[in-house]
């Protein structure tokens, strides 16, 4: 067992079976033992990639969509923007550098970004130098002025919670102690959830249903200050909309793993329903887009063009990387269908390219 399982054991010994959001926090989060506190997690050498590692084209077309937003809400200026689980700061490196074929643009962001882990913000001082920088532990410090801000693959990383359907209610997923003392999952004693009374309408006894607290309160936050400041939001992220069945998963070298047999050594996350996520903008009177597959979103934006125009400078083995990438990213059966996004703005403000009222 691995010394978060250890200190998760012991505490399940004495406390009773924990709930799957407080496993998953604990397991990705733990300061001396979580999984991003302690590794840089992407790449071929970590435990997966994301997109904007596949190529530069990824944040050219993101940051050059937010660039748009800026203009037409008339060149706000300063701006904040930033970014919500940066990774190498890669997405905003590239973002930045699309950003500056709009005149006034950079000189108006100052650059912010929300990141948990002091290791990866290393790794996204050293990529980022020569750019000014504030790390924030919170969407809840953010300057009080607009904000353009990208998610990518950050909300299948916040802590969720799954309840199984039964006759008479829900039970919860929880994880508990085998009779060899190693971390299993079971279910909580069936009972009534007000949260969940509508969900009876479209689910039978078996399905499990997700949620996900954090990421509705981050995007409610988020959609409050957009419709207060200005601004607009691109949430990116492999997901669905309205939480149907178990997503709850671990990678770990590239391969899925059991999520409960290495805590702390496995990235642990789980599809986002978007569906609240649009709600909770709209409760905070701001407007959200209608969920848009990054394939549909990228093509929109003219990744194909820009992929062209890169391919004329390349040969060989570059070349076949550099349309290997491209289909990665925008194709159905890759990248370009599991992953949707979603775009925020204030009330009665165009939407970002590329994205269909909702």
Same mark, same amino acid.
């Given at each position: 067992?691995?010394?978060?399982?250890?200190?998760?054991?012991?505490?399940?010994?004495?406390?009773?079976?924990?709930?799957?959001?407080?496993?998953?926090?604990?397991?990705?989060?733990?300061?001396?033992?979580?999984?991003?506190?302690?590794?840089?997690?992407?790449?071929?050498?970590?435990?997966?990639?994301?997109?904007?590692?596949?190529?530069?084209?990824?944040?050219?077309?993101?940051?050059?969509?937010?660039?748009?937003?800026?203009?037409?809400?008339?060149?706000?200026?300063?701006? @904040?923007? &930033?970014? %919500?689980?940066?990774?190498? #700061?890669? !997405?905003? /490196?590239?973002?930045?550098?699309?950003?500056? +074929?709009?005149?006034?643009?950079?000189?108006?962001?100052?650059?912010?970004?929300?990141?948990?882990?002091?290791?990866?913000?290393?790794?996204?001082?050293?990529?980022?130098?020569?750019?000014?920088?504030?790390?924030?532990?919170?969407?809840?410090?953010?300057?009080?002025?607009?904000?353009?801000?990208?998610?990518?693959?950050?909300?299948?990383?916040?802590?969720?919670?799954?309840?199984?359907?039964?006759?008479?209610?829900?039970?919860?997923?929880?994880?508990?102690?085998?009779?060899?003392?190693?971390?299993?999952?079971?279910?909580?004693?069936?009972?009534?959830?007000?949260?969940?009374?509508?969900?009876?309408?479209?689910?039978?006894?078996?399905?499990?249903?997700? @949620?996900? &607290?954090? %990421?509705?309160?981050?995007? #409610?936050? !988020?959609? /409050?200050?957009?419709?207060?400041?200005?601004? +607009?939001?691109?949430?990116?992220?492999?997901?669905?909309?309205?939480?149907?069945?178990?997503?709850?998963?671990?990678?770990?070298?590239?391969?899925?793993?059991?999520?409960?047999?290495?805590?702390?050594?496995?990235?642990?996350?789980?599809?986002?329903?978007?569906?609240?996520?649009?709600?909770?903008?709209?409760?905070?009177?701001?407007?959200?887009?209608?969920?848009?597959?990054?394939?549909?979103?990228?093509?929109?934006?003219?990744?194909?063009?820009?992929?062209?125009?890169?391919?004329?400078?390349?040969?060989?083995?570059?070349?076949?990387?550099?349309?290997?990438?491209?289909?990665?990213?925008?194709?159905?059966?890759?990248?370009?269908?599991?992953?949707?996004?979603?775009?925020?703005?204030?009330?009665?403000?165009?939407?970002?390219?590329?994205?269909?009222?909702?």
């Amino acid at each position: 067992m691995t010394p978060l399982g250890q200190l998760l054991a012991g505490q399940i010994a004495v406390e009773g079976p924990m709930r799957l959001d407080r496993y998953m926090g604990a397991c990705l989060l733990h300061p001396a033992h979580g999984y991003y506190a302690t590794r840089d997690p992407f790449g071929a050498a970590g435990d997966f990639i994301t997109a904007p590692e596949i190529s530069q084209m990824f944040g050219e077309m993101i940051g050059l969509a937010l660039a748009q937003a800026w203009v037409d809400q008339g060149r706000p200026t300063p701006f @904040t923007l &930033a970014e %919500a689980g940066p990774g190498r #700061g890669t !997405l905003m /490196a590239d973002m930045v550098r699309a950003m500056r +074929a709009v005149p006034g643009m950079v000189a108006a962001a100052q650059i912010h970004l929300i990141e948990a882990s002091p290791a990866l913000r290393d790794i996204q001082r050293a990529t980022l130098a020569g750019h000014q920088v504030t790390w924030h532990d919170s969407l809840a410090s953010l300057p009080d002025q607009p904000v353009f801000l990208v998610a990518n693959e950050f909300l299948d990383a916040l802590p969720i919670r799954q309840f199984q359907r039964v006759e008479a209610g829900w039970s919860e997923r929880q994880v508990g102690l085998g009779a060899d003392g190693a971390l299993l999952p079971g279910l909580a004693p069936p009972t009534r959830l007000a949260a969940l009374e509508a969900r009876f309408g479209d689910t039978k006894p078996g399905d499990v249903v997700e @949620t996900c &607290a954090p %990421a509705v309160a981050f995007a #409610g936050d !988020l959609a /409050a200050q957009i419709a207060a400041q200005g601004g +607009a939001a691109i949430l990116i992220d492999y997901g669905n909309w309205h939480s149907l069945g178990d997503t709850f998963q671990a990678l770990r070298a590239h391969q899925p793993v059991d999520p409960f047999a290495t805590p702390g050594e496995a990235d642990l996350t789980a599809h986002v329903d978007f569906e609240p996520l649009a709600q909770a903008a709209r409760a905070a009177r701001a407007q959200a887009s209608a969920m848009t597959a990054q394939g549909v979103l990228l093509e929109r934006l003219g990744i194909t063009a820009r992929a062209q125009t890169l391919a004329q400078a390349m040969t060989g083995q570059a070349l076949d990387a550099h349309i290997a990438a491209h289909r990665r990213l925008t194709h159905p059966a890759e990248m370009g269908h599991l992953f949707q996004t979603l775009a925020i703005v204030p009330q009665g403000v165009a939407l970002p390219p590329g994205f269909d009222a909702l």
